[in-house]
């Protein structure tokens, strides 16, 4: 089998389980159509469509693995975010809840934003607002991203974050709003499956932090560009990115010194809001 012949493979599993598309479709988080399109060949799935199809027909795992490694056959592929932005960015969203729902070690870095995991309703608006939609297309997406925060109260996950100082000081929102930011990280950093931890400016570095990214387990990063979403899955590739999560773990702040520095730019925050 090779990846020219995974649609029609997958049809015939899916037939062979007797279970309805519609309801594979559902269970996979994508729309019939595209899983029609899919069986078809007319559309090729990318690994975490394939992934989230063999997971609802409930294979074995000897079945996955064969199926699996046909689709990491590339094992870097890009979903541009207009792509995403035609189907609905709430979609997008249950897609990523899907994935880490089955994910027992998240490690995430990021730059530049506050994970969305960890962001307030506040935060989560003022991010997708940027992605011009209209106000229906923007409340779905919005309460799709935060149902994904229920994984935080989950037992049995390993949630690891690290974000460096400036994704802190960030204004995305008012001083107030980022005070109020600044509280939610400091309340879920106590939850038992979550380890955030900070990288602070003043800390030398031997490594650069050029963009997010999101590791599930040993399987899959995700990396997000300007244009589009890379799935990378080659466990080269995957080991690589593993390595530089853990330089970044040896340089940052966690504990008390963590808290202490959150507490301290959240206390500026509220200093401004008073003076302004």
């Known amino acids: 089998m090779n990846r020219a012949e995974l649609g029609s493979a997958l049809r015939a599993l899916r037939q062979?389980?007797?279970k309805?598309?519609?309801?594979?479709?559902?269970?996979?988080?994508?729309?019939a159509s595209k899983l029609s399109k899919i069986e078809n060949g007319s559309v090729m799935p990318s690994v975490v469509d394939v992934e989230h199809i063999l997971t609802a027909i409930g294979v074995s795992e000897d079945v996955k693995a064969e199926y699996m490694s046909?689709?990491?056959?590339a094992a870097t592929e890009a979903t541009a975010w207009r792509l995403y932005r035609r189907l609905?960015?709430?979609?997008?969203?249950?897609?990523?809840?899907?994935?880490?729902?089955?994910t027992t070690l998240l490690r995430l870095f990021q730059p530049t934003l506050v994970p969305g995991l960890l962001q307030t309703p506040e935060y989560v608006r003022a991010v997708l607002g940027r992605k011009q939609l209209t106000p229906?297309?923007?409340?779905?997406?919005?309460?799709?991203?935060?149902?994904?925060?229920?994984?935080?109260?989950?037992?049995?996950?390993?949630?690891?974050?690290i974000v460096t100082e400036s994704v802190l000081?960030?204004?995305?929102?008012?001083?107030?709003?980022?005070?109020?930011?600044?509280?939610?990280?400091?309340?879920?950093?106590r939850l038992p499956g979550v380890d955030l931890r900070v990288v602070p400016l003043s800390a030398r570095q031997t490594d650069f932090a050029n963009h997010s990214f999101s590791i599930k387990d040993?399987?899959?990063v995700t990396v997000e560009t300007v244009h589009a979403e890379l799935a990378v899955?080659?466990?080269?590739?995957?080991?690589?990115?593993?390595?530089?999560?853990?330089?970044?773990t040896a340089v940052a702040l966690s504990g008390d010194a963590m808290h202490g520095m959150l507490e301290s730019i959240r206390d500026e925050f509220l200093r401004e809001q008073e003076t302004s």
């Open 16 to 18: 062979a389980s007797s």
């Open 88 to 102: 609905g960015y709430h979609r997008k969203q249950q897609q990523i809840q899907a994935i880490e729902s089955r």
């Open 169 to 189: 000081r960030w204004r995305i929102l008012s001083p107030l709003m980022m005070a109020g930011q600044l509280d939610r990280l400091i309340s879920v950093s």
């Open 20 to 31: 309805e598309a519609r309801a594979i479709a559902r269970s996979a988080a994508m729309s």
């Open 70 to 73: 046909v689709a990491r056959a």
């Open 233 to 248: 899955t080659d466990p080269r590739d995957v080991a690589l990115y593993i390595d530089k999560f853990e330089g970044f």
């Open 136 to 161: 229906d297309q923007l409340a779905r997406a919005v309460g799709a991203r935060l149902a994904r925060q229920s994984i935080l109260y989950e037992p049995g996950r390993q949630l690891r974050f």
């Open 218 to 220: 040993d399987r899959m």
